[in-house]
């Protein structure tokens, strides 16, 4: 936007980006400041801590530290994460001050090891402080004190509203501070997609621990054991499950089909557009340059077209000289053959027999072709899928995404018009 006042003889200054984030920046640490000393007058409202099992103690802050480095994303916003339930089992056995010292615990490990800002680490004390004091009032106004032995069914049951309130609590100090404050960010989209979207993984973490709970009264420690068997090893074995496959291992057809078929996701294209990608992909090394019906995974005519289409126009460039017919350049050019024609480059640097490029040396390649060659969109959505599953973060070779479904509502809106083709 053009500075106010331009073309007059009084010119208004506009404060610089600069400035703004400063003063973000300056309001998020006062809120996080003031909100972590008001939390300690706070907890006098709640009963005192037991310090009679500081074996218990240790072990819940082993196991939310252990946690910590073993944290995984299950996709954006929903994590296993085992901390929260070792909060949680302080709270219920030993009160509120030692369910904020096993938090405390793991945050200290991590203001060490990571590189966020001084201010996020603030907002997370200030929300653990104010989280446990909510789930600890909670907690005993629906008759839950420590639990024992001897506790019964209904103390037990007052676990699982005390986590919700503890979690809301925790999530609104936290990302009121960091998100909405320092990041100006929208509260309704940071309300859905890190409170709403991943509540059925929350509920279950909650669900564990209260099972937890119960068990650690019954059997003693052997219920943390059970715990950590049943959360906190997943944490280490996902990531290595998780871990994609070598492109390299790949032929040129099947990475072509698998490129594709990831960014028509990003895309958020149809599934029939889908699969005319993929069989398009199986042509390129052929000497049939027209798919046969029959060979297809769809043999209705409309499906057949499509990928015929596909072929014919995937050589063509986006607005550069010696496009193969040459018959159309730019949005003319039917979306999945700009999908193809990315998805071929991209597997000719990274497949099995190619160079076997790294994604972010092959991407570098790609982008210099963004918009001379290719749909500058189309390459936007590369990079996306890079950024969002972090292909470049494994040093030795390029790996395969797997992606599922990842809409981009702007991009979308700008390559999805022309997707019918020349019709």
Known sequence: MPPLGHGSAIQVPQASPAAGTAGR??????AAVLLTAAAAPAFVLVSGPRWDDPVLLVALMAIAVVSLWGLVAIKP???????FVAVLLALA???????????????????????????????????????????????????????EASSGPGAFAALAPAAVAMLIVNFAVARGIVGVILNAGSPRA?????????????????????????????????????????????????PVLLRPRPVSELAHPQ??????????????????TILALEDAATFLDTTVFHPVQGSLRCDD??????????????????????GDPGAVQGELIPLTSRILAVADLWARLTATGTPELMHLQALSVIEARAGYHFDPGVVSAVAEILASEQLGRYGDSAF?????????????????APAAGLG
């Open 301 to 322: 005519f409309q499906h057949w077209s499509s990928v015929q289409e596909t072929l014919i126009f995937y050589r063509e460039h986006w607005d550069a000289p010696g």
């Open 255 to 272: 990475a072509v089909a698998l490129y594709a078929r990831s960014i028509a996701q990003v895309l958020d294209l149809d599934r029939e």
């Open 93 to 147: 056995f030993l009160g509120a001050l030692p369910a904020l010292l096993v938090w405390l615990a793991a945050e200290g490990v991590y203001y060490v090891l990571s590189r966020r800002t001084l201010v996020a680490h603030l907002a997370n004390v200030a929300s653990y402080g104010w989280g446990v004091i909510a789930g600890a009032i909670v907690f005993q106004a629906l008759g839950g004190e420590p639990l």
């Open 400 to 416: 395969e995404p797997h992606l599922h479904h990842m809409p981009l509502p702007r991009l979308v809106a700008k390559v999805r």
């Open 190 to 238: 940071i309300l859905y997609e890190e409170l709403v979207r991943p509540a059925p993984a929350t509920l279950l973490m909650i669900v564990a621990g209260v099972a937890t709970a119960f068990l650690y009264v019954h059997i003693g420690v052997l219920a943390l054991a059970v715990f950590s068997v049943i959360i906190v090893i997943p944490q280490y074995l996902l």
């Open 77 to 83: 916003s929903v994590f296993l994460d085992a901390e």
């Open 25 to 30: 920046t300056l309001l998020a640490r006062s």
